[in-house]
C-alpha cells in the first residue's frame, strides 16, 4: 500500500510541474547527448530566452502552455527573420526529408530512476502554410498533421512518444530527447511547424513553433 501511495504521488508531482519545449528544430547529431553544434534551426523567439550560452535544458521561461486565440508563445514577426539571429537562425527543410526534433527531458521519463507511472498522453506534429498568417488559432494548426510521434503506454518503460530520451537516467532533468518525422509533399514556400506536446489527458498542450523555408 505505502509502495503504491508512493508511485502516486511522484505522478501527482510530475503533474503539477511539467513542462518543456522545442530547443532544436533540425538536430543532426547523435540522439545520446545533445551537441548544439549539431542543431541546424531553433524555434521562433528562442534567441530572446537563451541564458548562460544556451545550456541544453536550462529553465529560460520558453515553455508555454497553448490556447485556441494564442497557440504559440509569440507571433510570426514580420519579416519572418525578426524572429530568429545569426547565432539562432530558422531551419530549412527539403519535401521528403527526414527531420530530427530536440527537447529536454525535464524528468518527465518513465524509468529505472523514477517510476513506471510517469504520463504522456500525446505528442504531434502540425503544420501551418504556405505563408501562414501571424497570429492564427490553435484549431488552425490541427487541421494538418505532419506525424503523431505519440507511442508511450502508460505503466510502462518504453522511452517512446515524448519520452524518447535513451540517456534519461544520466541527467533526469536535462536528457536529450528526440523525434524524427518526414516532410510532407508541401509546395515551396514559407511554413510554420508546431510541436504540441500533452503531459496529462486533459491539459493544455505545451507547444513550440518554428518558422521553415520549404525547397
Known amino acids: 500500500m505505502k509502495t503504491a501511495v508512493l508511485l502516486l504521488l511522484l505522478a501527482c508531482v510530475g503533474s503539477v510541474?511539467?513542462?518543456?519545449?522545442?530547443?532544436?528544430?533540425?538536430?543532426?547529431?547523435?540522439?545520446?547527448?545533445?551537441?548544439?553544434?549539431?542543431?541546424?534551426?531553433?524555434?521562433?523567439?528562442?534567441?530572446?530566452?537563451?541564458?548562460?550560452?544556451?545550456?541544453?535544458?536550462?529553465?529560460n521561461g520558453y515553455n508555454y502552455q497553448a490556447t485556441e486565440a494564442k497557440p504559440c508563445i509569440a507571433p510570426l514577426a514580420s519579416p519572418v527573420s525578426a524572429g530568429y539571429s545569426t547565432a539562432y537562425p530558422p531551419a530549412t527543410y527539403k519535401a521528403g526529408q527526414k527531420v530530427t526534433l530536440a527537447w529536454p527531458s525535464k524528468n518527465h521519463v518513465a524509468a529505472s530512476c523514477t517510476n513506471q507511472w510517469i504520463p504522456d498522453a500525446e505528442l504531434d506534429i502540425f503544420v501551418l502554410g504556405p505563408n501562414p498568417p501571424a497570429n492564427p488559432t490553435l484549431s488552425a494548426f490541427k487541421k494538418t498533421l505532419v506525424a503523431n510521434l505519440s507511442g508511450h503506454v502508460n505503466g510502462q518503460m518504453d522511452f517512446k512518444g515524448f519520452q524518447n530520451c535513451p540517456n534519461f537516467c544520466q541527467n533526469m532533468d536535462k536528457a536529450l530527447c528526440t523525434g524524427t518525422f518526414t516532410v510532407p509533399n508541401l509546395a515551396p514556400g514559407q511554413y510554420t511547424f508546431m510541436w504540441y506536446w500533452?503531459?496529462?489527458?486533459?491539459?493544455?498542450?505545451y507547444t513550440s513553433c518554428w518558422d521553415v523555408t520549404v525547397s
Do not use: E, M
Open 198 to 205: 500533452i503531459f496529462n489527458p486533459g491539459s493544455d498542450p
Open 17 to 59: 510541474f511539467s513542462h518543456s519545449w522545442i530547443a532544436c528544430s533540425n538536430y543532426q547529431g547523435n540522439t545520446g547527448n545533445y551537441d548544439n553544434s549539431q542543431c541546424k534551426g531553433y524555434a521562433r523567439n528562442f534567441f530572446n530566452y537563451v541564458q548562460n550560452g544556451n545550456t541544453f535544458g536550462l529553465d
